[in-house]
Structures are given as structure tokens and as C-alpha cells.
Nanobody, 114 residues
Framework: VQLQASGGGLVQPGGSLRLSCAAS????????MGWYRQAPGKQRELVATITSAGSTNYADSVKGRFTVSRDNAKNTVYLQMNSLKPEDAAVYYC?????????WGQGTLVTVSS
């Protein structure tokens, strides 16, 4: 299993970023995919998930601002982040649980600062 996240960077408060995670090594279309984040000194937390059927779930802190989506033809999951706040700054990871094993991408850094 490989998960390659990209799209992070520096953005001003109120700005937007779109993260991508390219997946391989498993049947992508059949798996729930997740986005997590970890800020310095904090535990990793769930941001959003999307099931194989396209049902989504969000952390309360990002509801209405972030949108998770997937393209099964490209084996890619996305996280559109709008109205970014300084507290959204973190390393963002994509995740899949396959056969009871959690797999993580390498993470992509999002910095929100003026």
C-alpha cells in the first residue's frame, strides 16, 4: 500500500488549499479513505472520511469549510480546504484501513499565516 499526499503549502488566513492523495497497492474504490492532521505538540486527529459509496464525515472543527472527495478512476482522494484558519495548520495525512492495518501517507504540511 502506498499513499502519496501533496498540495500543502503556505496560505494566508481565509485562503484555500486543495490536498491530493494518490493511492496504490489496493482496490481503492472499495475502501473508506480518511484525512487526518497533526499539529506540533498535539495528537493526530481525524479531519474527514469518505466511504466507497461517497458518504462523507467531518470533524466539527472543519464542517462547512472542508470538502472531501474521491476520483476512483484516478485512485485519488482530495481535501478541499476553504476559509483556512491558523488553527488548521498541521501536517495532513491520508489514511486507509486495509485488512485491519492502518496505512499512512508521508504527510503534507499546511501552514496558515499572514
Amino acid at each position: 500500500v502506498q499513499l502519496q499526499a501533496s498540495g500543502g503549502g503556505l496560505v494566508q488566513p481565509g485562503g484555500s488549499l486543495r490536498l491530493s492523495c494518490a493511492a496504490s497497492g489496493f482496490i481503492f474504490s472499495s475502501r473508506t479513505m480518511g484525512w487526518y492532521r497533526q499539529a506540533p505538540g498535539k495528537q493526530r486527529e481525524l479531519v474527514a472520511t469518505i466511504t466507497s459509496a461517497g458518504s462523507t464525515n467531518y470533524a466539527d472543527s472543519v464542517k462547512g469549510r472542508f470538502t472531501v472527495s474521491r476520483d476512483n478512476a484516478k485512485n485519488t482522494v482530495y481535501l478541499q480546504m476553504n476559509s483556512l484558519k491558523p488553527e488548521d495548520a498541521a501536517v495532513y495525512y491520508c489514511n486507509v484501513n486495509r485488512l485491519g492495518v492502518q496505512h499512512w501517507g508521508q504527510g503534507t504540511l499546511v501552514t496558515v499565516s499572514s
